[in-house]
């Protein structure tokens, strides 16, 4: 039976949103939310962090953290330096996204599921575009899309539409085939864990900016589970004052 950890990479420097972590959200900073929301649900969780103040936030409310280094250049780079630091020993490595104080408990366990399958090495979740939405949804490069093959494992990702509809009007897109839109919590095994951030940035990655396709390009396998479950990440203030109401304390 597998060991999971969990890592909830925290920075306190964000362009859009400066001490984002430690926001309040109804009297608990945000990153105890995130923590409070999913601890349940690892054989260990830590918070990998770079600034003193979280550290020392996520200690006063009984967390487990783990400083990392300043230079990390992402979220994977981050997670992989705590796990060396915890000495702890797990089979796979979750992802856990420090702005996801609404992530479902369910979104995990089905992050969980896909390593049944013993070819994953990577896993990450996908939902499908409602085929209701506004077309401009769609065409939001903030919100990257995915194609899947026919055992839910990624072919590519990207923030262009994919896959192109041939013959149709981009406002049918949407009602004429399932269009997916990345979740970004991943799941990894260790050992890629550690293979994966040795690897150089290639050029897909550098075009699109998306790490993942750098994983891609190397020949790994991420498994997608499918969600049906909305999630609501908070990238800045005006985001932090909607998702405070949705606590309903």
Same mark, same amino acid.
């Given at each position: 039976?597998?060991? /999971?950890?969990? +890592?909830?990479?925290? &920075?306190?420097?964000?362009?859009?949103?400066?001490?984002?972590?430690?926001?309040?959200?109804?009297?608990?900073?945000?990153?105890?939310?995130?923590?409070?929301?999913?601890?349940?649900?690892? $054989? *260990?969780?830590?918070?990998? !962090? $770079?600034?003193?103040?979280? /550290?020392?936030?996520?200690?006063?409310?009984?967390?487990?953290?783990?400083?990392?280094?300043?230079?990390?250049?992402?979220?994977?780079?981050?997670?992989?330096?705590?796990?060396?630091?915890?000495?702890?020993?797990?089979?796979?490595?979750?992802?856990?996204?420090?702005?996801?104080? /609404? +992530?479902?408990?369910?979104?995990?366990?089905?992050?969980?599921?896909?390593?049944? $399958?013993?070819?994953?090495?990577?896993?990450?979740?996908?939902?499908?575009?409602? &085929?209701?939405? $506004?077309?401009?949804?769609?065409?939001?490069?903030?919100?990257?899309?995915?194609?899947?093959?026919?055992?839910?494992?990624?072919?590519?990702?990207? &923030?262009?539409?994919?896959?192109?509809?041939?013959?149709?009007?981009?406002?049918?897109?949407?009602?004429? !085939?399932?269009?997916?839109?990345?979740?970004?919590?991943?799941?990894?095994?260790?050992?890629?864990?550690?293979?994966? !951030?040795?690897?150089?940035?290639?050029?897909?990655?550098?075009?699109?900016?998306?790490?993942?396709?750098?994983?891609?390009? *190397?020949?790994?396998?991420?498994?997608?589970?499918?969600?049906?479950?909305?999630?609501?990440?908070?990238?800045?203030?005006?985001?932090?004052?909607?998702?405070?109401?949705?606590?309903?304390?």
């Amino acid at each position: 039976m597998k060991r /999971f950890t969990g +890592i909830i990479p925290a &920075r306190y420097a964000s362009t859009r949103f400066p001490g984002k972590p430690l926001a309040d959200m109804a009297g608990k900073p945000m990153i105890q939310r995130v923590y409070e929301q999913v601890e349940g649900l690892f $054989d *260990n969780i830590f918070v990998a !962090t $770079d600034d003193e103040r979280i /550290f020392d936030a996520v200690v006063s409310f009984g967390g487990q953290a783990i400083m990392t280094s300043p230079n990390n250049k992402s979220g994977t780079d981050r997670c992989h330096e705590a796990v060396l630091k915890s000495g702890v020993r797990s089979e796979v490595i979750v992802n856990v996204q420090g702005d996801e104080p /609404f +992530i479902k408990p369910s979104q995990i366990e089905l992050l969980k599921q896909c390593f049944d $399958d013993d070819k994953t090495q990577i896993a990450t979740l996908v939902k499908p575009f409602r &085929r209701d939405a $506004d077309f401009e949804t769609l065409f939001n490069p903030n919100s990257p899309k995915v194609v899947i093959n026919s055992n839910n494992e990624a072919l590519y990702f990207s &923030r262009s539409v994919i896959p192109y509809v041939r013959g149709k009007n981009h406002t049918e897109w949407l009602q004429s !085939t399932v269009f997916y839109k990345h979740i970004g919590i991943y799941a990894y095994l260790a050992d890629v864990l550690a293979e994966i !951030t040795a690897l150089p940035q290639t050029a897909l990655e550098q075009a699109e900016s998306l790490e993942q396709l750098r994983w891609l390009e *190397n020949g790994y396998i991420i498994k997608a589970g499918i969600t049906d479950e909305e999630t609501a990440g908070i990238d800045t203030p005006e985001d932090l004052e909607k998702a405070v109401k949705l606590l309903n304390i």
